[in-house]
């Protein structure tokens, strides 16, 4: 931007030019901007009601440790305990800067951190278990992470797992979804929370739920989060979620904030809807399921010729919290 | 096309490819699928249940003359009676061209023919109600035609008043709605059919629903349908309709008959809705209305000093059938 601007909150020189908001704002006022656009978004959507330990899931992408960052940042005032959690999938040296990353950035905030090593949960890398089921790798990553998460919160007892799905990303997910109507699982309808059945279903938040993944680049920058730099080696967009896209920058490019508005009405239609008490326990380990089995004990009776669902939850409830980046989890 | 490609039901050389029914299709065979694709559409929909008088709203271009010419061909088959109406804007030679391609179509077709006269209905044409409102033009235009047409249908006994809304024009006018949530009236909500309420809505047919407009333009040629060649000298497409339909295309190149599929499953919601129970009589005119005064009057209540909305009633009951292209409104 024209570097003769300056910031509408002080004296010194704006860096950063808020389209939706008419702001053009210094680095230190971006970042309250910024922080104080989460705290909102935490507020109007009450995602930390009831709520007093929440578990960050954390890719060690910028999406996940900037949302740790401002999280971590004002727990006090939040009145909530932060701890991360990582699931290393196995994927070479990808995974192992991801889990470096992760664990660097939660020992640097002070902060308590859960590392799950896929291959100790389920004796196969997400490599090995792609080549057996020759599933789509996203779709199988997919389910891995959902059950897992949710698993991990429901024995550690957390009553909230927060991720860092943005602005952005849950549009397109969420009109993909509206236009070819290929629904997965209801959790991944992406509200901004979608409230959790005791002991089945643990609450999800999505505190960057009205933030822009430009906004969250900028801020990275600004405040120098360290992240991940490579992209996943599966990273992979279709045409149809690019056409969509495409789509939407263009509308808000005509109508600044076009994406939030549609956002906040897309989450009064979520919010109206409650899916998940239609969920049963899966026969084999209880966890969630829409026809009896679930998802990973159906995956699982294929790889590994029996539902692998209660011994990895076993093994779950018997992972300790890791601080340093040599520790393994046992 | 490829002119060796022969045609899927005999042996004539294929002059039509419809990519969503992996179909090549001589002109003949192509004319028989876009009339059973219709007819199909009125049985799926149960567009003419019920009904007996159908009235067509005739603008001169292609899709209403297309849409036209099906509904007569098929009338006996469909137990209807066919009437065709036309307002005439009073857009100098565009409006004089129009007025001429219908009454000849009508002709053609042994078909009889309302012209109203908007120059005669409220002493005003559309160009000099523009002036008086300085409203944008479709939004005009389209208050006034919805108006206009309920309320001739109603005081001339038809059960049904048919449009030519296609398919590409219905999609990109329901995401605009979802995207940017401006919905005007109730039953521009372009469901297949918007039932009536005794007395104060027609019921709205849209057997287009599912024809995409190359469809019809395709037809229109190989049938030789007589059509308005000129586009309305309003005529404009926004920038986020552009968007949209961009995206539309592109989705549609990558799925094919993806649309179809979208309007299936956007209809499922709008049957579910029952939006014109809701409209209550207004205080002038008897028409609908969602605050107690309705559209029309509201406008003349500025353009004119007082609501319109009786007189122009009293007009339309007085207006006869016109056949031949010297023939006036009375």
């Known amino acids: 931007m024209n570097t003769r601007v300056k910031c509408k909150k002080c004296e010194k020189i704006a860096v950063v030019r808020v389209p939706y908001a008419k702001l053009n704002l210094c680095s230190e006022h971006y970042e309250e901007f910024f922080e104080r656009k989460m705290l909102k978004t935490i507020e109007r959507y009450r995602l930390l009601r009831g709520v007093e330990k929440v578990l960050v899931a954390l890719s060690g992408g910028k999406d996940s440790l900037v949302l740790l960052r401002v999280l971590s940042k004002y727990k006090s005032v939040l009145g909530v305990e932060i701890t991360g959690v990582h699931i290393d999938l196995g994927l070479g040296e990808y995974s192992e800067e991801s889990r470096r990353v992760v664990l660097e950035s939660c020992r640097d905030l002070g902060l308590e951190c859960y590392i799950i090593s896929l291959k100790e949960l389920l004796d196969y890398t997400l490599l090995e278990l792609l080549e057996k089921t020759k599933r789509p790798p996203c779709s ?163 790889t590994h010729g029996k539902p692998m669902g209660l011994i990895l939850r076993e093994k779950l409830r018997n992972i300790k919290v890791n601080y340093t980046e040599n520790s393994t989890a046992s």
């Open 140 to 302: 199988l990553c997919g389910l891995l992470k959902r059950y897992i998460l949710n698993t991990a919160a429901i024995e550690w007892n957390f009553n909230a797992v927060a991720t860092g799905h943005h602005l952005d990303d849950i549009l397109v997910y969420r009109l993909r979804e509206m236009l070819i109507g290929q629904r997965e699982s209801e959790v991944l309808k992406l509200a901004p929370i979608t409230r959790g059945v005791q002991g089945l279903y643990a609450t999800r938040i999505r505190p960057l739920y009205e933030v822009y993944e430009w906004e969250i680049k900028v801020y990275s920058e600004l405040c120098k989060i360290k992240h991940l730099e490579k992209t996943c080696p599966f990273k992979y967009r279709d045409e149809i979620s690019a056409s969509i896209a495409e789509m939407l920058n263009k509308i808000e490019n005509k109508a600044p904030g076009f994406k939030i508005a549609l956002a906040r009405r897309l989450a009064k239609t979520s919010l109206r809807e409650t899916p998940l008490q239609q969920a049963t326990p899966c026969q084999y380990c209880n966890m969630p399921s829409s026809s009896g089995i679930c998802a990973l004990c159906k995956l699982t009776l294929k």
